[in-house]
């Protein structure tokens, strides 16, 4: 069973476009966040989520929010994507409390034309 | 958070120790020290962690000197396989504000034949 899932895998749409990526894990963890990797491979949180509490990385665009329907999910809404939003999206997820790892799902290339 | 600086690339030999030292000056007391390890084209994975002195684990071990301002991962005999960028983090986890994992440039490894 994959821990952390995230679809699609490869996702391409047109500037000004509305899209969602999926993720879920299956670990009961309480921590999901969402990070972007750019293409000099530099990680960038953008959210981290935990028990309905949500922390915003401030530079992320408002177009960006995250949707949490339930403890084991939280997807990602992009509205009017831009060129800039190219990259690979990654999910994860946590328990809370220390000396915790973070699983991380397979990432989700993103592409806008 | 603490910020890290890492090398941004090594290279060593197939059954060579690597040691790959990170530098975190202004770490804070409750700060826990984190390395992952991303291949690419997949999410990064969780290697080790450590508070002070030295932790083992059947894949590597982490340094770290009493005054915490550094940390280095030791991976023994490394092979081809573990040609990867590796991470250093710095940063205290928990289930109150704060609970973002923010990932540095991270160390490009390549282990050559």
């Known amino acids: 069973d994959t821990a952390v899932s995230q679809t699609p895998k490869y996702l391409v749409t047109q500037m000004g476009n509305d899209k969602s990526i999926k993720c879920e894990q299956n670990?009961?963890?309480?921590?999901m966040y969402w990070y972007k990797q750019d293409s000099k491979k530099f990680l960038k949180i953008m959210f981290s989520?935990?028990?309905?509490?949500?922390?915003i990385n401030e530079t992320v665009p408002n177009r960006f929010s995250p949707k949490s329907p339930d403890k084991a999910h939280l997807n990602l809404h992009i509205n009017s994507l831009e060129l800039g939003d190219s990259a690979v999206y990654f999910c994860?997820?946590?328990?809370?409390?220390?000396?915790?790892?973070?699983?991380f799902g397979q990432g989700t290339r993103l592409t806008v034309v | 958070l603490a910020k890290t600086t890492q090398p941004i690339s090594m290279d060593s030999y197939e059954g060579q120790e690597v040691n790959i030292t990170c530098s975190h000056n202004?770490?804070?007391?409750?700060?826990?020290i984190t390395w992952y390890q991303q291949f690419p084209s997949q999410g990064p994975r969780f290697i080790i962690q450590?508070?002070?002195t030295k932790v083992t684990n059947e894949v590597a071990s982490l340094f770290i000197p009493a005054d915490r301002k550094s940390s280095t991962l030791s991976l023994p005999r490394v092979s081809l396989s573990d040609t990867a960028v590796y991470y250093c983090?710095?940063?205290?986890?928990?289930?109150?504000?704060?609970?973002?994992?923010?990932f540095g440039g991270g160390t490009r490894l390549m282990v050559k034949p």
């Open positions: 994860a997820s946590s328990r809370a409390g220390r000396n915790t790892e973070a699983f």
């Open positions: 670990l009961g963890h309480d921590t």
């Open positions: 989520y935990n028990n309905k509490e949500l922390i």
């Open positions: 202004n770490i804070a007391t409750n700060d826990y």
């Open positions: 450590g508070y002070k």
């Open positions: 983090l710095v940063g205290a986890q928990g289930n109150n504000a704060g609970n973002m994992l923010t």
